[in-house]
């Protein structure tokens, strides 16, 4: 079975620009959750969605959106981006009766 | 506020030998624990989990143990190997609706096993 996987994987922006990511789960699974990761903040929660709903979310400006569509792969979307917005974004999914979340390769997020 | 806290930031072991990586946690509602293995620029590879109803889980070379009067939880990887070299992420869930499904992550330990 295939796993997560991340598109793109790399990625250069400038400050003021938006950006969007996609990712596709692993076959047969309903739950989509975003990470980012940076030096100074480790790994932190940013959204989790489940059959195209967000269930929860982490604590991260407006800026930050997420969507999931019918077949389970989700996008995430930062707008009026920030230097600080540089990081590793990540992307797991699970089971809907599993606890454990399996990531992608990540996309890296550079901006000038 | 870190409710997930791996107080060694790296730790080096002999090839061979048991390579123990501590964690430990604040939250009394979190009941799902989880080891991750990360390389540079790559996601997070799941190694093991527990769940809060026991205390040892074994998988292969990994074993975690879980403590909760202490909150405490370790993974132990005997033997060691080179290719386990990498860094290691405990982290928590709590399935509770004010948490949903969001794994809280300590900030890693780096893990150079030496041949």
């Known amino acids: 079975k295939a796993g997560v996987t991340q598109t793109p994987r790399y990625l250069i922006k400038t400050r003021g620009q938006q950006v969007t990511l996609s990712c596709s789960p692993i076959s047969g699974h309903r739950s989509v959750s975003w990470y980012q990761q940076t030096p100074g903040q480790g790994l932190q929660f940013l959204f989790e969605y489940f059959s195209e709903t967000q269930r929860n979310k982490g604590n991260f400006p407006g800026r930050f959106s997420g969507r999931q569509f019918s077949n389970s792969r989700s996008e995430m979307n930062v707008s009026t981006l920030e230097l600080g917005d540089s990081a590793l974004y990540l992307c797991?999914?699970?089971?809907?009766?599993?606890?454990?979340?399996?990531f992608g390769p990540g996309t890296r997020l550079l901006v000038l | 506020d870190q409710q997930v806290k791996q107080n060694s930031p790296s730790l080096s072991v002999q090839e061979g030998r048991i390579s123990i990586l501590n964690c430990d946690y604040t939250n009394s509602m979190f009941d799902y624990f989880l080891w991750y293995k990360k390389y540079p620029a790559e996601g997070p590879t799941f190694l093991i989990s527990i769940s809060s109803i026991k205390d040892k889980n074994e998988d292969g070379r990994f074993t975690v143990f879980l403590n909760k009067s202490a909150k405490h939880l370790s993974l132990h990887i005997v033997p060691s190997q080179p290719g386990d070299s990498a860094v290691y992420f405990c982290a928590a869930s709590a399935r509770v609706v004010e948490y949903g499904n969001k794994l809280v992550f300590g900030a890693g330990t780096i893990l150079r096993v030496k041949s």
């Open positions: 797991a999914s699970r089971l809907d009766s599993g606890e454990t979340q399996y």
